[in-house]
């Protein structure tokens, strides 16, 4: 029976794999519940889950869930210890707590863009999470944790994308980038925006040399030596009245 429920979970982690992009590590929410039924059935949730799912986990929860295990008191408050172990995944109910249920469904939304499984034993839970395509479930039975098997919303979306009326996640990534690297992933008010900066580059050479100082063709020395308007002095005689001047030929 250990090898039959290991090919099973192989086969349906792998469904998950190529339809839905999961990747390890993989990411896994908790719920009490879940640690509760843990912890009353002896089972070592970070020793056993690595193994049952062939790979490397991080166990998560959020705060809405361990407070709803402190204001449920002292009964559970064994798996309030085991819950505080794992990571803690911020929710938007930061301020106003809501139940575990309805926090863990937020944080799926409508497509499991993170790519969570969910670790629980809520049965209005499980079929809340069971409307959304691509939810990995983890629950106990027999002293035993067992993956629940694709549901039927996954399966339905998953042919719809082989039909080519949906795309994958993978594809939808892929678009995505490449979006970004042509820089068009923005809103259509925004596109035209925003202006590339220029790199900046070293000065041109020949704009750092000095402007000659514009001006006039300068004419040769001994033009400009004759133009020079030649005065004499007039030379003074004896009695104070000057000679005529002397003009040369």
Do not use: W
Request: with cysteine; proline share 6%; charged share 30%.
């Amino acid at each position: 029976m250990g090898l039959k429920r290991q090919k099973l979970a192989k086969k349906t982690i792998s469904f998950y794999k190529y339809n839905f992009s999961f990747r390890e590590p993989f990411q896994i929410l908790f719920d009490g519940t879940f640690c509760q039924s843990a912890l009353t059935n002896k089972i070592q949730i970070k020793e056993q889950m690595p193994k049952y799912l062939m790979g490397e986990v991080q166990l998560c929860t959020t705060s809405c869930a361990l407070k709803e295990l402190e204001t449920l008191g002292k009964d559970l408050y064994g798996a309030k210890l085991i819950l505080q172990r794992f990571q803690t995944r911020r929710c938007p109910h930061f301020k106003e707590p809501v139940p575990a249920s309805d926090c863990l469904l937020s944080m799926l939304g409508e497509t499991n863009p993170h790519n969570y499984f969910v670790a629980t034993q809520d049965r209005s839970l499980t079929e809340g999470l069971k409307k959304i395509p691509g939810v990995p479930l983890l629950y106990i039975i027999h002293n035993t944790i067992v993956l629940d098997k694709p549901c039927q919303t996954s399966l339905d979306h998953v042919r719809a994308v082989q039909l080519g009326e949906l795309v994958s996640p993978a594809q939808q990534q892929s678009i995505r980038s490449l979006k970004e690297v042509q820089g068009i992933d923005q809103k259509d008010g925004e596109r035209q925006g925003k202006k590339r900066k220029r790199k900046q580059s070293n000065p041109n050479p020949l704009s750092c040399l000095k402007k000659k100082k514009k001006g006039g063709p300068t004419l040769p020395k001994k033009e400009t030596e004759k133009r020079k308007r030649v005065r004499n002095k007039k030379p003074r005689t004896e009695g104070g009245v000057s000679a005529p001047a002397v003009t040369h030929a």
